[in-house]
C-alpha cells in the first residue's frame, strides 16, 4: 500500500499549499469529488477479494478521513484570513477630520419681520394673524371698498374660482383684513401689527405677485393723529438706525382711514448712490391714517367712543433701503449665494443696535 501512503501525503502537502478558499476547493473535487482520485480508487475496491478488500476500504478511508479532516482545518484557517481582508480593506478611518458644515442663513424677510416686531412690541404691540385666502368682507367691504370702488381695480386681486353660492374668495390683497378679524373678535382698546405674505396679480423689477407686509393698528378712546406721528417717526428711527432720519407725512387717500397719509423718510441720490438719512430727495415708505369710522362700525366698535389709527408698508422694500439690495425678484429666487451674501447669522440679537429713544 506504499502508493496510498504517498498519495496522501501528496494531497495533504497540496491542501497545505493552498492559498485561497477557491484552490482549496478545487484539491477537494479533484480528491474526493465524484470523480476524484480517493474516490475513484474506492470504486477500485470491488475487484478485490474479501479479505484484501477490507484491509485496502479501512486503509483507503483512513486516507480520505485524513485529507477531509485537513481540507477542514485550513478551510477555516483560510476562511478567517479572507475575513481579516475584507476587514482590513473595509476600515473607517476614524482620523479623518469631519466635513464642515455649512451655516445656514435667516432670509433678510424674516431678519426684517424680527426687526419691526421687536420695535412695535418695545412699544407694547402685540402681533396678529389672519388666513391668506380671504374673503370679500374681509379683504375689501369691511375696510369700505365696496363693489364698484375704483380701490378694487387697484389691487389687481386674485380671485379664486367661484364656489356653488357665487362666491368668490381671493388671496389677500393686504394684511388689513387681520385688523377687521381682530376688531370683530377683540373689545378694544387694541394694539397690534399683522405681519404676513400678500398677493397681487403683478410682476416686474419692483413687484412680486407675492410679497410681505406689516400693517398696525391701535383702537382706543383717545389716540390721536399726534399719536399715529410720534409712533411712526419712532419707528422709523429705530428701523434705520438713524437717530435724526428726516420724516415727512403727505396727505394721501386710503378707503379705509380719514384723514390718510403717506410716511417719506430723507434720502439723497447722488451719484446714483442711495443714502437714507440726509440730503434733499424723499422717499416713500408706508402708508397710515386715523381708522375710517366706517370701518370700526363695519366691525361693531362704536365710533363715537372709539378711534384709532392704522399704517401699513411692505416689508421687501423697506428691507431692500435697509440692506441696499437692489432687485425686488431676487428675493424669491433661492440662489444660495445670494442668500449667503444678504443672509443673516441665526441665534444673533436683532442687529438693533440703538432700538427705540428713550
Ligand atoms: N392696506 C394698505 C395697502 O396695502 C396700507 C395701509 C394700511 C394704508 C393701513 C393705511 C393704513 O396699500
Same mark, same amino acid.
Given at each position: 500500500?506504499?502508493?496510498?501512503?504517498?498519495?496522501?501525503?501528496?494531497?495533504?502537502?497540496?491542501?497545505?499549499?493552498?492559498?485561497?478558499l477557491?484552490?482549496?476547493?478545487?484539491?477537494?473535487?479533484?480528491?474526493?469529488?465524484?470523480?476524484?482520485?480517493?474516490?475513484?480508487?474506492?470504486?477500485?475496491?470491488?475487484?478485490?477479494?474479501?479479505?484484501?478488500?477490507?484491509?485496502?476500504?479501512?486503509?483507503?478511508?483512513?486516507?480520505?478521513?485524513?485529507?477531509?479532516?485537513?481540507?477542514?482545518?485550513?478551510?477555516?484557517?483560510?476562511?478567517?484570513?479572507?475575513?481579516?481582508?475584507?476587514?482590513?480593506?473595509?476600515?473607517?478611518?476614524?482620523?479623518?477630520?469631519?466635513? *464642515?458644515?455649512?451655516?445656514?442663513?435667516?432670509?433678510?424677510?424674516?431678519?426684517?419681520?424680527?426687526?419691526?416686531?421687536?420695535?412695535?412690541?418695545?412699544?407694547?404691540?402685540?402681533?396678529?394673524?389672519?388666513?391668506?385666502?380671504?374673503?370679500?368682507?374681509?379683504?375689501?367691504?369691511?375696510?369700505?371698498? /365696496?363693489?364698484?370702488?375704483?380701490?378694487?381695480?387697484?389691487?389687481?386681486?386674485?380671485?379664486?374660482?367661484?364656489?356653488?353660492?357665487?362666491?368668490?374668495?381671493?388671496?389677500?390683497?393686504?394684511?388689513?383684513?387681520?385688523?377687521?378679524?381682530?376688531?370683530?373678535?377683540?373689545?378694544p382698546?387694541?394694539?397690534?401689527?399683522? /405681519?404676513?405674505?400678500?398677493?397681487?396679480?403683478?410682476?416686474?423689477?419692483?413687484?412680486?405677485?407675492?410679497?410681505?407686509?406689516?400693517?398696525?393698528?391701535?383702537?382706543?378712546?383717545?389716540?390721536?393723529?399726534?399719536?399715529? @406721528?410720534?409712533?411712526?417717526?419712532?419707528f422709523?428711527?429705530?428701523?434705520?438706525?438713524?437717530?435724526?432720519v428726516?420724516?415727512?407725512f403727505?396727505?394721501?387717500?386710503?378707503?379705509?382711514?380719514?384723514?390718510?397719509?403717506?410716511?417719506?423718510?430723507?434720502?439723497?441720490? @447722488?451719484?446714483?448712490?442711495?443714502?437714507?438719512?440726509?440730503?434733499?430727495?424723499?422717499?416713500?415708505?408706508?402708508?397710515?391714517?386715523m381708522?375710517? *369710522?366706517?370701518?370700526?362700525?363695519?366691525?361693531?366698535?362704536?365710533?363715537? @367712543?372709539?378711534?384709532?389709527?392704522?399704517f401699513?408698508?411692505?416689508?421687501?422694500?423697506?428691507?431692500?433701503? @435697509?440692506?441696499?439690495?437692489?432687485?425686488?425678484?431676487t428675493?424669491?429666487?433661492?440662489d444660495?449665494?445670494?442668500?449667503?451674501?444678504?443672509?443673516?447669522?441665526?441665534?444673533?440679537v436683532?442687529?438693533?443696535?440703538?432700538?427705540?429713544?428713550?
Amino acid at each position: 500500500m506504499e502508493n496510498l501512503d504517498q498519495l496522501r501525503e501528496e494531497l495533504l502537502a497540496s491542501v497545505t499549499a493552498a492559498d485561497s478558499l477557491d484552490a482549496l476547493d478545487a484539491i477537494r473535487v479533484s480528491a474526493l469529488g465524484r470523480k476524484g482520485r480517493v474516490t475513484e480508487m474506492m470504486k477500485g475496491l470491488g475487484g478485490l477479494d474479501p479479505e484484501q478488500r477490507r484491509e485496502a476500504g479501512q486503509a483507503l478511508n483512513a486516507v480520505k478521513t485524513a485529507v477531509a479532516d485537513a481540507i477542514d482545518a485550513r478551510h477555516g484557517g483560510l476562511a478567517d484570513a479572507a475575513l481579516d481582508a475584507e476587514l482590513a480593506a473595509d476600515r473607517i478611518d476614524i482620523t479623518l477630520p469631519a466635513r *464642515p458644515e455649512s451655516e445656514g442663513r435667516l432670509h433678510p424677510i424674516s431678519q426684517t419681520f424680527d426687526e419691526i416686531i421687536a420695535i412695535f412690541g418695545e412699544m407694547g404691540f402685540s402681533v396678529a394673524e389672519g388666513p391668506d385666502i380671504e374673503d370679500d368682507f374681509h379683504n375689501f367691504t369691511a375696510l369700505n371698498i /365696496p363693489p364698484e370702488h375704483p380701490a378694487r381695480q387697484m389691487h389687481d386681486t386674485f380671485y379664486l374660482p367661484e364656489k356653488p353660492d357665487g362666491e368668490r374668495l381671493v388671496l389677500r390683497t393686504h394684511t388689513s383684513p387681520v385688523q377687521i378679524r381682530t376688531m370683530q373678535n377683540n373689545p378694544p382698546p387694541l394694539r397690534i401689527i399683522a /405681519p404676513g405674505r400678500t398677493y397681487r396679480c403683478d410682476s416686474d423689477m419692483t413687484h412680486t405677485p407675492m410679497f410681505h407686509q406689516v400693517e398696525g393698528l391701535i383702537v382706543d378712546e383717545t389716540t390721536h393723529m399726534g399719536h399715529l @406721528k410720534g409712533c411712526l417717526i419712532e419707528f422709523c428711527r429705530a428701523y434705520f438706525e438713524i437717530d435724526d432720519v428726516p420724516v415727512r407725512f403727505r396727505p394721501s387717500y386710503f378707503p379705509f382711514t380719514e384723514p390718510s397719509a403717506e410716511v417719506d423718510i430723507g434720502c439723497s441720490r @447722488k451719484g446714483g448712490e442711495l443714502k437714507i438719512g440726509a440730503g434733499d430727495d424723499w422717499l416713500e415708505i408706508l402708508g397710515c391714517g386715523m381708522v375710517h *369710522p366706517k370701518v370700526l362700525a363695519a366691525c361693531g366698535v362704536d365710533p363715537d @367712543k372709539y378711534q384709532g389709527f392704522a399704517f401699513g408698508m411692505g416689508i421687501e422694500r423697506i428691507a431692500m433701503l @435697509k440692506y441696499g439690495i437692489p432687485d425686488l425678484r431676487t428675493f424669491f429666487d433661492a440662489d444660495m449665494r445670494w442668500l449667503r451674501h444678504y443672509g443673516f447669522v441665526p441665534l444673533e440679537v436683532p442687529t438693533l443696535l440703538r432700538g427705540l429713544t428713550p
